[in-house]
């Protein structure tokens, strides 16, 4: 199984924008898929997730109203976009597949193939 691939992070100005893109092959494209976080010396955190058809969202409270999650699946590609950011926000941002379930899955068990991550460093 072919991990997702992450791309979009970099260095941003409080207060700016990123778009973040998740990469996936059809077997990994799973019915959910999701995004964490994991900042230094902080254990990964769940940020945001999506149902397959993209009805169903989920967002970390820390973020809602700021992010915003979406999926293409004819491209198999999951984004995340990040507004209003923060220095608190600073983090290796992870892109992971999960199993279908009958509810959204926001802990980290629960998915089960993950990406290298991208760099999100927001400075102040």
């Known amino acids: 199984q072919v991990p997702p691939v992450e791309s979009g992070g970099g260095l941003v100005q409080a207060g700016g924008s990123l778009r973040l893109s998740c990469a996936a092959s059809?077997?990994?494209?799973?019915?959910?898929m999701g995004w964490f976080r994991q900042a230094p010396g902080k254990e990964r955190e769940f940020v945001a997730a999506?149902?397959?058809?993209?009805?169903?969202?989920d967002y970390a409270d820390s973020v809602k109203g700021r992010f915003t999650i979406s999926r293409d699946n004819a491209k198999k590609t999951v984004n995340l976009r990040l507004n209003s950011l923060k220095p608190e926000d600073t983090a290796v941002y992870y892109c992971?597949?999960?199993?279908?379930?009958?509810?959204?899955?926001?802990?980290?068990?629960?998915?089960?193939?993950w990406g290298r991550g991208t760099q999100v460093p927001v400075s102040s």
């Open positions: 992971a597949a999960a199993a279908p379930l009958g509810r959204i899955p926001i802990t980290t068990n629960e998915y089960h193939s």
């Open positions: 059809g077997r990994t494209f799973s019915s959910y």
């Open positions: 999506i149902s397959r058809g993209g009805i169903i969202t």
